[in-house]
């Protein structure tokens, strides 16, 4: 079976985490189902992996240059990049089956209170935490490593040349910075083309390199893609899925737009969104603000429907549309065409 030994968590804590004077404790953490129905065979491996990851780096927190490592549990929250909730579970081994057995194993303690304490997190959830733990990692000044729905099929993936990767998604960071508007064809079956144009005035790229050499920063591992959330206008959500929009206007904003660099290492699509949307080109609706966006949490009608969801334009996950091309628009005439037929140009 596809697994990580001790001393390769230790080459892959020590590349994704570059020490900091200020390190202390690493937190492994993991949500547990709020009841036993909504568990499903991935989860379950997902949360022994976590067991198995934090037993193996509680061994060697010396090599790390740390003073202990936290395995850290809390009840789901039922959506994808909802909040929080306001406390968690330290826990010194083994996860209940269902959240209800946490209060048999430990005192709840504050989030904040954990935040403050621990320095680094790994985190392998069902439900993405990425946009709340970016939130508080500006606030408390921790890094985290968010891998919700992680499965040990993406192991490969945790292995490959961080520093290459990094370079090529800089390389498309630094374009996302100066273009004014993105501009795509999509076709459909070769056969039938759609134009859309995409506003990227006063917003700036972002770099998910897998890396995360700055306190006070959160990002997904695996990672390999350039970010950007498109200019909302300030103003109302628009968008597509008619049913969904109806009952939840702000799911259908226009959130990011995705250019991941992973295929070009080999990696072939797991069906799970943390590795497929490093892959390609992709599209995200929902929750921005956690990217420099506008549209936070209080723009949807509860917690439960908070969502930050993308759509991945790459030929096995999205085998009738190909991206036909992608220029950017720089302003003053400047364009660059990024993509063509699905493949990057500047490469």
């Not at 804590?13 to 690493?26: A, C, N």
């Not at 970016?134 to 921790?142: D, L, N, V």
């Not at 549209?295 to 030929?315: C, K, M, N, Q, W």
Request: proline fraction near 6%.
């Amino acid at each position: 079976m596809i697994g990580l030994t001790a001393d390769d968590l230790c080459r892959l804590i020590i590349g994704v985490f570059p020490r900091l004077p200020d390190d202390r404790f690493l937190g492994v953490l993991v949500d547990i189902p709020s009841q036993a129905q909504m568990d499903n065979d991935l989860w379950k491996e997902r949360r022994l992996l976590a067991v198995e990851w934090y037993e193996r780096l509680r061994d060697r927190f010396v090599e790390l240059q740390l003073h202990g490592v936290r395995l850290i549990a809390y009840p789901d929250i039922g959506s994808n990049n909802a909040d929080l909730p306001s406390h968690a579970f330290i826990l010194d081994d083994g996860l209940p089956d269902t959240a209800d057995g946490l209060t048999a194993q430990t005192a709840p303690l504050p989030f904040s209170d954990i935040f403050r304490k621990t320095q680094l997190f790994l985190a392998l959830t069902e439900y993405s935490a990425t946009a709340p733990l970016k939130m508080a990692a500006r606030t408390f000044g921790f890094r985290a490593a968010t891998m919700p729905g992680f499965t040990r099929n993406m192991i490969p993936a945790l292995k490959i040349d961080y520093n290459t990767v990094s370079l090529k998604v800089m390389r498309i960071k630094e374009r996302l910075d100066r273009a004014q508007a993105a501009r795509v064809v999509f076709s459909v079956d070769e056969k039938q083309d759609f134009k859309m144009t995409f506003d990227l005035r006063h917003r700036s790229g972002h770099a998910s390199t897998g890396r995360f050499p700055d306190a006070g920063t959160a990002g997904n591992l695996p990672s390999g893609e350039a970010y950007i959330v498109p200019y909302e206008g300030e103003e109302p959500a628009a968008g597509t899925e008619a049913e969904h929009l109806r009952r939840e206007p702000a799911y259908g904003n226009m959130a990011e737009l995705g250019f991941g660099i992973l295929a070009d290492f080999g990696l072939k699509a797991t069906g799970s969104i943390l590795l497929d949307e490093k892959l390609g080109f992709h599209v995200a609706f929902g929750r921005s603000e956690h990217f420099g966006g506008i549209t936070g949490p209080d723009a949807f009608s509860s917690p439960s429907e908070v969502i930050h969801l993308d759509r991945i334009y790459i030929p096995s996950t999205q085998p009738r549309i190909q991206i036909r091309s992608l220029d950017l628009d720089y302003g003053a005439g400047e364009t660059e065409r990024l993509m063509e037929k699905g493949r990057y140009l500047i490469f």
